[in-house]
């Protein structure tokens, strides 16, 4: 089990290349499997876990994936002949719930695991459901998995309920390849959406209006495979943009889509960062001290949930009292953490109120979910002596050399494995022995 062990003080300084947007490569790389010919060519895919558990997951269904020697993926998936998807793989991510889409698109049944709970409270997937159902498909419930069987999925107008980004993203790859036009209304509009589009019409579909809240979807025959590049990761920039303002830095994030991070530009502005925005790079230089400020997390364009914590952590070291508001999960378990090294936050219902300290002390503290470790991580370079964090495999999944980049930036950061309890036992054995 790895952890970071990091000697918090020094200020983030220099340059660093922001990798491909995972809720993107995620969303992509199961699209890439509704081609019936040619093969895709995928650059600047990340590569965290999740990546590595959809790969995994659509080899299980029998597509043929391989990373070249320049790390583009190859995906080619003539072969694509199986609807079970493997219960021990699925359970790790909730994205792998698009394979839904793509088998019912693609084979017209799908087999697929119910994503149960996870760190950030409950997350359905009613939504999903209830459009393909919608599109024609008969769908049972049985033993934990979603069955569903159609001849052909039909188009039909959907209207989403909440402007859900992974039901947007499922009924879009589903609706390709179905018969007939699809309209969703109250779609989400995130960049990851539109980047989808942009890559489904490369491989041959009739989409148009991502990222407005009403797109359509013309159905077509088949598609084929394309060459395609993944946008720049904006919760990736947007942490390091935190990393630098929290640590009394000056970095300048290189290889981003300034548009797509418009929210916490302005947010960081008003909290006294000083932002200089170049062609495809912002450089962020911290002030002597952070203001507080208050923060609404809401769907794109508004301030993205996925930076709430990193802001949090911000926030706990500014002048003054913060208020923010968490709209979309119940995202604020892991403030307890933060709490451990000295963070003044409350809590009341889905607001936390924070009074600003002068430092964090370092703690051990454990990774409660993805963002949350982003979040530790960057309390803990501001942090006054050392903090250990454990379990940084969660920070991995979606992070690509997160401790690298943050080396490279001046960061006192190492990545160590500490040995798990069923070592002990070995040693036993061989002490016997
Ligand atoms: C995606 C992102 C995640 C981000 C989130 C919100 C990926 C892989 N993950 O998650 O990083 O934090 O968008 O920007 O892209 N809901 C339902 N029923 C459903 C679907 C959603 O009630 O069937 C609710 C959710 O519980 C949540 C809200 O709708 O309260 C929005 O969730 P959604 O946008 O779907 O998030 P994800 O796609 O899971």
Avoid at 367 to 389: M, N
Wanted: proline residues 4%; aromatic residues 6%.
């Amino acid at each position: 089990m790895p952890r970071y062990v990091i000697n918090g003080g020094n200020p983030l300084k220099g340059e660093v290349e922001i990798s491909g947007a995972k809720n993107s490569a995620l969303a992509i790389i199961v699209a890439a499997a509704l081609a019936t010919e040619g093969e895709s060519i995928i650059e600047n895919v990340p590569q965290g876990r999740d990546v590595g558990t959809i790969c995994m997951i659509l080899k299980s269904l029998g597509v043929d994936l391989w990373f070249d020697s320049q790390n583009r993926l190859h995906i080619k998936a003539q072969n694509l002949n199986r609807y079970q998807a493997p219960y021990d793989l699925v359970r790790k991510m909730r994205a792998s719930f698009y394979c839904a889409g793509l088998l019912l698109g693609r084979l017209g049944k799908a087999e697929v695991p119910l994503p149960g709970g996870c760190a950030i409270g409950s997350r359905p997937v009613d939504y999903h459901i209830k459009g393909f159902s919608q599109m024609g498909a008969d769908i049972t419930i049985e033993h934990g998995f979603m069955k569903a069987t159609c001849k052909k999925l039909k188009g039909t107008n959907l209207f989403i309920n909440r402007s859900s980004v992974g039901t947007t993203i499922n009924l879009m790859i589903a609706a390709t390849l179905a018969e007939g036009t699809t309209t969703l209304e109250n779609a989400a509009k995130e960049p990851e959406v539109v980047d989808l589009a942009i890559f489904l019409n490369a491989m041959g579909a009739k989409i148009r209006g991502a990222g407005t809240d009403i797109i359509r979807i013309e159905g077509v025959d088949k598609l084929h495979g394309t060459e395609y590049s993944i946008i720049p990761d904006r919760i990736e920039a947007g942490t390091f943009m935190f990393a630098a303002a929290i640590t009394g830095g000056d970095v300048v994030i290189k290889k981003v889509v300034l548009e797509h991070l418009r929210s916490p530009i302005l947010k960081l502005e008003e909290a006294g960062a000083i932002l200089e925005k170049g062609a495809n790079e912002i450089r962020v230089r911290a002030p002597e001290r952070l203001k507080a400020i208050d923060v609404e997390t809401s769907p794109y364009p508004g301030f993205p949930t996925d930076l709430q914590q990193p802001l949090v952590a911000a926030m706990c070291l500014a002048e003054g009292t913060s208020l923010i508001r968490e709209t979309i999960f119940d995202r604020f378990r892991y403030v307890d953490e933060l709490r451990r090294m000295g963070a003044d936050i409350k809590v009341e219902r889905e607001t936390a109120i924070i009074r600003g300290i002068t430092k964090f002390t370092g703690a051990p503290v454990e990774v409660t979910d993805l963002r949350a470790g982003a979040a530790l991580t960057i309390a803990a370079l501001a942090a006054a002596g050392t903090t250990e964090i454990y379990g940084v495999e969660i920070i991995e999944r979606g992070y690509e050399r997160f401790e690298h980049k943050l080396r490279c930036l001046g960061a006192d950061i190492v990545r160590e494995e500490t040995s798990e309890v069923s070592d002990i036992f070995s040693q036993i054995d061989e002490v016997k022995v």
